[in-house]
């Protein structure tokens, strides 16, 4: 390496232009060969930069956003899931439902895909930079009830609030008490037609009951989710077996 390849490297650095450092000479190659003006070799550098940048803020939003894994929307298999409307999911994958902030909820049983889904649209979101955040409801409702009797849930309340897309995943599979339901209504009240919400549940709602404590309290969240909402109901097999069924078919 030269004397300048050094000194351009160590200005990269001292600049924090990483995103041009392993491609800059490949450039200068391509510049000189294509008879690029200053200008045009510069673009292409400012391009490779921002698009490093771009890749480094989706991968912290990915990160922050605290999926269990990373699943996309084209890697759903479809097919295993025939009366699914594909259709609509490519639609919501466009995410106009985050800019008007509706909700989107998957009901069925497990297996089916539900995390899945909710996963591969939080991806969407990250990518287009929203904010946005993954939990479990039975660790949400945890964390409502610690902050309500620690005096801190206002705060709490707030922290939720302010992101774009708040993923609650597998309500119903633990019983949630009256003072856990009048948590979460407080929560879905407060994001009401101001930030979205995706929900994934085992149970319909016509069998929340199982799963509440307090029946009107139940209601009203059920109210405040589906008004401004895109509802799936998947009630095909377990995603989860699909590879054994095919095998013995």
Known sequence: MNEINKNIESHLK?????????????????ATKSKLQYEEYLLLLLEEEIKRKQDTSVKSKIISAKFPFVKTIEEFDFSF???????????????GFIENKENVIFLGPPGVGKTHLAIGLGIKACIQKYRVIFISAAKLLEDLLISSKNGTLVNKLLMYSRFNLLIIDELGYMPIVKEQANLLFQLISMRYE???????????????SKVFDDNIVASAIIDRLVHHSSLFYIN???????????KKS
């Open 14 to 30: 001292y600049l924090k232009l990483s995103g041009i450092m392993p491609v800059y000479e490949e450039l200068s190659l391509k």
């Open 81 to 95: 899931q025939p009366d699914f409307k594909e259709k609509e999911i490519i639609r919501l994958s466009g995410l």
């Open 194 to 208: 101001k930030g979205s919400i995706i929900l994934t549940s085992n149970y319909n709602f016509d069998d929340w």
């Open 236 to 246: 095909g097999s377990s995603y989860r077996i699909k590879d054994k069924i095919r």
